[in-house]
């Protein structure tokens, strides 16, 4: 029986090429999309080929695609999912609405695990099928002017790598296609359309936007032709192996991915910048640094944990600190502590996902003490699950608080540290946002956003005066592992643990293994002082040694290795035996 397949966004290039590719190789495709004519274009003159109407942002669409083709299948669903569709618009991220950032993540991300969910039980049933996912070079190197896109690509990868351990207990593999710069009109068009509502009078982006304009038509014409992506992605589907991965090279790409892992940060990250027409990063002067009387510092998050220890730590060094956090109860009883041990800290409740908590909080602290000097974006959460299980809107909020709420702080502080030429943004990410465990996928998706996004940032920045760094712990016994815990409650309470009842089982005993290894919000909140302070300080800070090995080791060690190891850290073997029997 021939392959049936299910592709997303057919009517572009790549998606177009991959389905044209998939019918030549005698496999039934499902070609889906938004544009119902373009698709009826799609499937004219091919009998092997059904058009289906298809938005993956709407689940009313998906069900509805998932029920016509078990109608037409008897059942069956399909063989394999390759995942086209996609939405990139470019830019500094400072010019990138909230709206439109969250809008790559909803396509990019929340489309693709929607999709993916929608069709897998089946494939899990018969233990075999394929998914495969259409990503791009920037799931693994960050340019400035790429960052929305690239954050999405990140979180991607994040997502596909802790799903595919997961799956491959049930005889489902994942691959993620990564393709370099495609000749691709359409997508073309819609990346570079938005560039010229940027370029307002005045703006700081002006020769910025004007020399990515430049090159638009070199990107139309220079890229790799989609059909070569889809030879990949047709070699995923049908060869006897799926790969983890495969990248499809075009002109700079190969160059590009060695210069990104064998240069030092800070040489890429000006190469960069002279491309896109960016000054080399300035040195913000020592008397707005390391010399600075009293500078200005926020910390959102900061009720417990590593944010309580900051505010701690920078109250001590001298920082007038700003410590916001959505939980007013917490909050209140750190002030408290706070008084008693005689430090002075201004308390302000501000959840990172209300828009109106951010512009009231900026309005306050310009009227406590001027411009902030030092802002940490430390709130954050970990959803835990398997990623099939995850609810849509709780991946939807992993994303809103990890990723969007740090960018909420960055567009409402930063143009002020450009303007003055100096400032610091310390962003507590996670050793989660280099390798990806199983069970932890959504929130692996938001860490990976983040160090992609904090990464475009470092580049755009740091021309006018601003560090952007990265603090990366390991798992911190704080209540942090409590709250992660709390994540589960709702999959039980639903009865919905039943299929992954011997993973559930082991849940209590995964934590306490991080937590053998993790560190203490003291430690980190040392690694924020640090970076804060240092005259010339570092793109990333691991903390603690586990951390600094883990970020050390991962570029270097093979997928297949890392893969086992995890597997051994996470009794996957076990678990899939529990699982078949």
Sequence with gaps: MSKRVLVTGATGGIGRAVVAALAEAGCEVFASGRDVEALLGLSRGRAQVRSLELDVTSERSIASARAEILSHTGGYGVDAIVHAAGVVELGPLLTITDGALRRHFEVNVVGFAAVTRAFLPEMKQRRAGRVVAVASVLDRITLATHGAYGASMHALRGLCEAWRLELDLFGVDVTLLEPGTVRQTGFVREAFGGLDSKRTRGSRWIGVIDRLKSFERAFAGLGAPPERVAQGAVAAVTGRRAPRRKVTPSLGTGAQLAAARLLPTRVFDNAVRSVLGLRPRRTAPLTSTVLQERPLALVTGAAGGIGAATVRRLARAGYRVVATDRDEEALAR??????????????????????????????????????????????????????????????????????????????????????????????????????????????????????????????????FG?????????????????????????????????????????????????????????????????????????ARYATPWSAELTARAIPWVPEAVRDRLIGELFDLRAIGRELTS
């Design 334 to 463: 750190l002030d408290v502590a706070l008084v008693a041990e005689q430090l002075s800290v201004e308390t302000e409740v501000m959840d990172v996902t209300s828009q109106r908590d951010v512009v009231h909080v900026a309005r306050k602290v310009h009227e406590w003490g001027g411009d902030v000097d030092l802002l940490v974006n430390n709130a954050g959460y970990a959803e835990l699950g398997p990623v099939d299980l995850v609810d849509l809107d709780a991946l939807r909020r992993q994303i809103d608080v990890n990723v969007l709420g740090p960018m909420r702080l960055v567009r409402a502080f930063a143009p002020q540290m450009c303007d003055r030429g100096a400032g610091r943004v310390v962003q507590v990410s996670s050793v989660a946002g280099l390798v990806a465990f199983p069970f932890m996928g959504a929130y692996h998706a938001s860490k990976y956003a983040l160090e992609a996004l904090s990464d475009a940032l470092r580049q755009e920045l740091g021309s």
């Design 466 to 538: 601003v560090d952007v760094i990265l603090v990366e712990p390991s798992f911190i016994r704080t209540g942090f592992a409590a709250a992660a815990r709390r994540t589960v409650d709702p999959y039980r309470e639903r009865g919905e643990v039943e299929a992954w009842a011997p993973a559930f089982e082991r849940m209590e005993r995964f934590i306490g293994r991080l937590d053998a290894v993790g560190g203490e919000a003291e430690e980190v909140a040392e690694a924020i002082f640090v970076a804060a302070r240092a005259a010339e300080p570092q």
